[in-house]
């Protein structure tokens, strides 16, 4: 049997155009998503990671479709999200969701558990005793009691709220679910809980997640793939354990050295990223990561690298890629 | 309802306390008015009582025309309730429409709908409501919708801020992703946190009608003759100010007292759904 992929993002581009004075006249474009490529198998966890700001959270939007696309193409369970109608893209959402970063502002305060649960099932015009039925056993999945469903949001600690949170997205049975930083609003000692329940769920259920995250050793646990995206665009994408391993754009090697992993190994050997992530307003010539790379050249000021394939399901956007694996980045910095 | 005066009691409250009590017994005289006098009461003529002096038969003594000023107070509460009660409920509703859909959509139409109610409000509201009485010809209907009309602005504006932002909430987005509708999206999850907003500046903005409604029967663009109304009293009268005050004072002090008492119960309902004064709002 040949697999199709479940998800399959193409050349995806979210734009904001910038109004500005009495007149309302368009004085730039944020390019929040410029041009990402993505496939997400069944089953499959992929990670996309990368600083605040970078576009992560838009373009996990613009795949649910709650952002509308500048342009591109997103194609899930073989149809194309863009061409459908209104009452077809409806459909297609009992198949993919969101779990949200902050469960305190995703879930309606005026809203009992069992209304916010059960939303899904009246959305898709499903009968009382099907959706008490369901809330009863999303409720069970994500470690809940019944007598929860009578109460409101406010009434439960943040890890119990993401719960809810997760109960919600899984109304239906969906295959695919975005994650936007799940857990990164929960407090250490349940991030791991929330995690692990995600990971149960998985199993169990069979989903697709695309994980995103700012945190690249929290997703190294579990993604299967890990895409990292610097201002709009993918600049690495890799198996997890090869991204680990081997990080080959020179922005990977920052992310990692700036998050403290738990082992603490690696921890202060390379040096921080420098610099503030530039503006997307007016984004840097040549490769967009150049003013904080330490290993730019003139190539890198002049011309923007394309997404190059390194082998073995690795691409970085890096003309250096190669050399800087080489030599373990220990490559004399460009401009010393 | 219970809530609220409960509230008002202990936080001790008593100005708005006693708003509500005033409202109540105007609100009750309103109602009941054909319980206590009848029509013919306040409007009859019998210019042998004219301009007489308070008395156990005239309470409030007789205007010019020699009609028991009581029986026109008590049925021109009964106007100014309905002018002021049916205005500010239909420009609530318009409001709530033209805000509601001018911030939940961002276009070109809903851009310049709002602008034009900015242009609306850039007007004195009397000045609006002359306008559209001028247009419409006088009388309780034509009054109504004048001030109904030259209010909606000042509740599309109102709402729309809050749906503005309200409609970016993560919970919203949530609802969106399984699939709800626009529909759905304003009407349970965005509309709802308008309640107190719309109760507050729904108090406010009756005290703002009866004054208006009043202002307008002053000039005599309201419920033509024999109709009693406040505002037309009080011009009717206004040449014996100086005579017989009590005739020019009855229906000043009515007035005065009934925009007072709306007043401090909107001050009191604003002070209730804040949740930091309270401690009991949404959040």
């Given at each position: 049997?040949?697999?199709?992929?479940?998800?399959?993002v193409?050349?995806?581009?979210?734009?904001?155009?910038?109004?500005?004075?009495?007149?309302?006249?368009?004085?730039?474009?944020?390019?929040?998503?410029?041009g990402?490529?993505?496939?997400?198998?069944?089953?499959?966890?992929?990670a996309?990671?990368?600083?605040?700001?970078?576009?992560?959270?838009?373009?996990?939007?613009?795949?649910?479709?709650?952002?509308?696309?500048?342009?591109?193409?997103?194609?899930?369970?073989?149809?194309?999200l863009g061409?459908l109608?209104?009452?077809?893209?409806?459909?297609?959402?009992?198949?993919m969701?969101?779990?949200?970063?902050?469960?305190?502002?995703?879930l309606?305060?005026?809203?009992?558990?069992?209304?916010?649960?059960?939303?899904a099932?009246?959305?898709?015009?499903?009968?009382r005793?099907?959706?008490?039925?369901?809330v009863?056993?999303?409720?069970?999945?994500v470690?809940?009691?019944?007598?929860h469903?009578?109460?409101?949001?406010h009434?439960?600690?943040?890890?119990?709220?993401?719960?809810?949170?997760?109960?919600?997205?899984?109304?239906?049975h969906?295959?695919?679910?975005?994650?936007?930083e799940?857990?990164?609003?929960?407090?250490?000692?349940?991030?791991?809980?929330?995690?692990?329940?995600?990971?149960?769920?998985?199993?169990?259920?069979?989903?697709?997640?695309?994980?995103i995250?700012?945190?690249?050793?929290?997703?190294?646990?579990?993604?299967?793939?890990?895409?990292?995206?610097?201002?709009?665009?993918?600049?690495?994408?890799?198996?997890?354990?090869?991204?680990?391993?081997?990080?080959?754009?020179?922005?990977?090697?920052?992310?990692?050295?700036?998050?403290?992993?738990?082992?603490?190994?690696?921890?202060h050997?390379?040096?921080?990223?420098?610099?503030?992530?530039?503006?997307?307003?007016a984004?840097?010539?040549?490769?967009?990561?150049?003013p904080?790379?330490?290993f730019?050249?003139?190539?890198?000021?002049?011309?923007?690298?394309?997404?190059?394939?390194?082998?073995?399901?690795?691409?970085?956007?890096?003309?250096?890629a190669?050399?800087?694996?080489a030599?373990?980045g220990?490559?004399?910095?460009?401009?010393? | 309802?219970?809530a609220?005066?409960?509230?008002?009691?202990?936080?001790?409250?008593w100005?708005?306390?006693?708003?509500?009590?005033?409202?109540?017994?105007?609100?009750?005289?309103?109602?009941?008015?054909?319980?206590?006098?009848?029509?013919e009461?306040?409007?009859?003529?019998?210019?042998?009582?004219?301009?007489?002096?308070?008395?156990?038969?005239?309470?409030?003594?007789?205007?010019?025309?020699?009609?028991?000023?009581?029986?026109?107070?008590?049925?021109?509460?009964?106007?100014?309730?309905?002018?002021?009660?049916?205005?500010?409920?239909?420009?609530?509703?318009a409001?709530?429409?033209?805000?509601?859909?001018?911030?939940?959509?961002?276009?070109?139409?809903?851009?310049?709908?709002m602008?034009?109610?900015?242009?609306?409000?850039?007007?004195?509201?009397?000045?609006?409501a002359?306008?559209l009485?001028?247009?419409?010809?006088?009388?309780?209907?034509?009054?109504?919708?004048?001030?109904?009309?030259?209010?909606?602005?000042?509740?599309?504006?109102?709402?729309?801020?809050?749906?503005?932002?309200?409609?970016?909430?993560?919970?919203?987005?949530?609802?969106?992703?399984?699939?709800?509708?626009d529909g759905?999206?304003?009407?349970?999850?965005?509309?709802?946190?308008?309640?107190a907003?719309?109760?507050?500046?729904?108090?406010?903005?009756?005290?703002e009608?009866?004054?208006?409604?009043?202002?307008?029967?002053?000039?005599?663009l309201?419920?033509?003759?024999?109709?009693?109304?406040?505002?037309?009293?009080?011009?009717?009268?206004?040449?014996?100010?100086?005579?017989?005050?009590?005739?020019?004072?009855?229906?000043?002090?009515?007035?005065?007292?009934?925009?007072?008492?709306l007043?401090?119960?909107?001050?009191?309902?604003?002070?209730?759904?804040?949740?930091?004064?309270?401690?009991?709002g949404?959040?």
């Open positions: 049997m040949t697999t199709a992929p479940l998800l399959e193409e050349g995806l581009q979210v734009h904001y155009p910038v109004h500005r004075g009495p007149l309302q006249r368009r004085v730039g474009t944020v390019r929040a998503v410029d990402v490529d993505l496939t997400l198998a069944r089953g499959e966890t992929l996309l990671v990368g600083e605040s700001g970078c576009g992560k959270s838009t373009l996990g939007r613009a795949v649910l479709r709650l952002e509308e696309p500048t342009a591109g193409r997103v194609a899930f369970e073989g149809r194309d061409a109608g209104k009452a077809e893209l409806r459909d297609a959402r009992r198949r969701r969101m779990i949200f970063q902050d469960p305190q502002a995703s309606n305060p005026r809203f009992r558990v069992e209304d916010i649960v059960g939303e099932y009246d959305i898709h015009g499903l009968s005793q099907e959706r008490a039925a369901g009863r056993e999303l409720l069970a999945l470690g809940l009691s019944p007598e469903a009578r109460r409101f949001p009434e439960f600690s943040g890890g119990q709220r993401q719960r809810i949170g997760i109960a919600r997205a899984l109304a239906l969906p295959s695919f679910v975005v994650c936007d799940p857990v990164s609003a929960l407090d250490v000692s349940v991030q791991a809980q929330v995690v692990n329940l995600l990971l149960e769920l998985q199993e169990k259920l069979g989903l697709a997640y695309l994980f995250s700012h945190d690249l050793h929290l997703v190294e646990f579990f993604a299967d793939r890990v895409a990292v995206m610097y201002l709009g665009r993918i600049v690495e994408t890799a198996p997890a354990k090869a991204l680990y391993r081997r990080p080959r754009h020179p922005y990977t090697r920052a992310l990692l050295a700036a998050s403290p992993s738990l082992d603490g190994e690696g921890h050997r390379r040096a921080p990223l420098q610099g503030e992530l530039p503006s997307p307003l984004p840097p010539p040549g490769c967009t990561f150049h904080r790379c330490p730019a050249v003139d190539r890198c000021r002049a011309e923007a690298p394309p997404l190059r394939d390194l082998g073995d399901g690795v691409a970085a956007r890096c003309w250096r190669e050399e800087i694996e030599t373990g220990l490559l004399a910095p460009a401009h010393a | 309802m219970i609220f005066l409960r509230f008002l009691l202990l936080t001790g409250r100005f708005a306390l006693l708003g509500v009590g005033v409202i109540a017994l105007f609100l009750l005289a309103a109602v009941c008015a054909p319980l206590f006098f009848s029509w009461e306040a409007t009859r003529v019998n210019l042998g009582d004219a301009l007489a002096a308070p008395s156990a038969a005239l309470p409030l003594g007789a205007d010019e025309m020699g009609r028991s000023m009581v029986a026109r107070l008590v049925w021109g509460a009964r106007v100014s309730l309905l002018v002021a009660g049916l205005s500010v409920g239909v420009a609530l509703i409001g709530l429409v033209i805000g509601g859909l001018c911030g939940f959509y961002e276009n070109r139409l809903t851009f310049v709908t602008r034009a109610m900015d242009a609306i409000i850039s007007f004195p509201r009397i000045l609006v002359i306008m009485i001028t247009i419409l010809g006088p009388g309780i209907v034509s009054l109504t919708l004048a001030i109904a009309i030259s209010s909606v602005p000042v509740f599309a504006r109102l709402f729309r801020g809050p749906v503005l932002s309200l409609k970016k909430r993560d919970y919203v987005v949530a609802a969106r992703s399984l699939g709800a509708g759905r999206l304003l009407f349970r999850h965005v509309m709802p946190n308008l309640t907003l719309i109760v507050v500046q729904g108090s406010i903005s009756l005290a009608a009866v004054l208006i409604a009043s202002g307008l029967s002053f000039l005599g309201g419920p033509q003759p024999p109709v009693p109304e406040w505002g037309a009293m009080i011009a009717q009268s206004r040449s014996h100010l100086m005579s017989t005050p009590h005739v020019v004072l009855a229906p000043g002090i009515a007035l005065f007292v009934f925009v007072l008492a007043n401090l119960v909107g001050d009191g309902l604003r002070d209730f759904s804040d949740p930091r004064a309270s401690g009991t949404g959040r």
